[in-house]
């Protein structure tokens, strides 16, 4: 039986037993790092060996325990379970419409915004200073934010554009999607798995609807590589968009509260644009009950 279904062996939830476990670990980590860095770049270890004032030495941290854990985490169950990757990925399939499924990107990321414009409005109503820290913050630095601009920004955009996608979609397509559907149905798999990657993006709304149609696409597809591929290009036109914000100073929008009205009248206009689109996709992929999951597809074809 285990044979035949290698996802009865995994265990979603030690995920998260995993991340507790390894703070610990964060915290030598910090300390390895730091002190790394003072010997080689600062040549001042007594000085440097706990500080964090570098954006850096935070994003190597943070990404070496994330992504790392659930690169670990994922290899484990993998190996444990005997679960073929070349079936869980499949393949793209012949003559497939690139163009035309890349567009679904254009909605997903106008009611990203707009969830996101909106859920900036009701923090604001409770704590308007939370909704300026969020928006201060930026995915690329300039160098008077970090010493080493091109290295802090080279990472992250090799971590956004590449290795984020393919560790996400990986994890909560094929690995979760496939384990919960198992356990408690597709269709209780499809929202609590897009549920989950929308709580732990903070976009709750935004990236459920995102996670969701990765989710249905992946269903249609039988194949990984599409939604890794539409994962990887939303992620890059977000980067052009924060860039192109930045350069026209639109964060003032949300720091201002005399306009801080604005961005609820801003974000209902967005969803409203993608709302239609969207739920003609999800209607039209919405998964038959008797849908079969795409490791399983793909082992039969194969």
């Given at each position: 039986m285990t044979q035949n279904?290698?996802?009865?062996?995994?265990?979603?939830?030690?995920?998260?037993?995993?991340?507790?476990?390894?703070?610990?670990?964060?915290?030598?980590?910090?300390?390895f790092i730091s002190m790394l860095w003072g010997l080689i770049f600062l040549n001042n270890l007594e000085t440097q060996t706990f500080t964090l004032n570098e954006p850096l030495i935070v994003l190597i941290i943070q990404y070496s325990w994330l992504y790392g854990l659930i690169c670990l985490w994922l290899w484990y169950q993998i190996k444990r379970s005997h679960l073929k990757l070349n079936f869980l990925f499949g393949e793209i399939p012949n003559n497939f419409h690139w163009i035309k499924q890349l567009l679904i990107v254009i909605p997903i990321l106008f009611f990203s915004f707009g969830s996101g414009q909106l859920l900036y409005y009701f923090i604001s109503l409770i704590n308007p200073d939370i909704v300026k820290n969020l928006a201060s913050q930026t995915?690329?630095?300039?160098?008077?934010?970090?010493?080493?601009?091109?290295?802090?920004?080279?990472?992250?955009?090799?971590?956004?554009?590449?290795?984020?996608?393919?560790i996400e979609e990986l994890l909560f397509r094929g690995i979760l999607l496939h384990r919960w559907a198992i356990k408690?149905?597709?269709?209780?798999?499809?929202?609590?798995?897009?549920?989950?990657?929308?709580?732990?993006?903070?976009?709750?709304?935004?990236?459920?609807?995102?996670?969701?149609?990765?989710?249905?696409?992946?269903?249609?597809?039988?194949?990984?590589?599409?939604?890794?591929?539409?994962?990887?290009?939303?992620?890059?036109?977000?980067?052009?968009?924060?860039l192109i914000s930045s350069l026209f100073n639109e964060r003032a929008?949300?720091?201002?509260?005399?306009?801080i009205e604005f961005t609820w009248r801003l974000g209902l206009l967005?969803?409203?644009?993608?709302?239609?689109?969207?739920?003609?996709?999800?209607?039209?992929?919405?998964?038959?009950?008797?849908?079969?999951?795409?490791y399983f597809a793909n082992r039969n074809h194969s």
């Open positions: 279904n290698p996802f009865l062996k995994i265990k979603a939830r030690t995920i998260l037993l995993w991340l507790i476990l390894s703070i610990p670990l964060v915290i030598i980590l910090v300390f995915l690329l630095l300039t160098p008077q934010e970090t010493s080493y601009p091109l290295t802090y920004n080279c990472l992250q955009l090799l971590f956004i554009i590449i290795f984020a996608p393919v408690w149905g597709l269709v209780t798999s499809l929202i609590v798995s897009s549920l989950f990657f929308g709580v732990l993006h903070l976009n709750v709304f935004g990236l459920f609807n995102f996670g969701l149609i990765m989710a249905l696409i992946y269903l249609k597809t039988h194949t990984l590589f599409i939604p890794i591929a539409i994962h990887s290009l939303n992620n890059f036109i977000a980067i052009i968009f924060e929008i949300v720091n201002s509260s005399e306009k967005a969803m409203g644009i993608s709302l239609p689109w969207l739920i003609n996709f999800w209607q039209k992929n919405w998964p038959t009950p008797r849908q079969v999951l795409p």
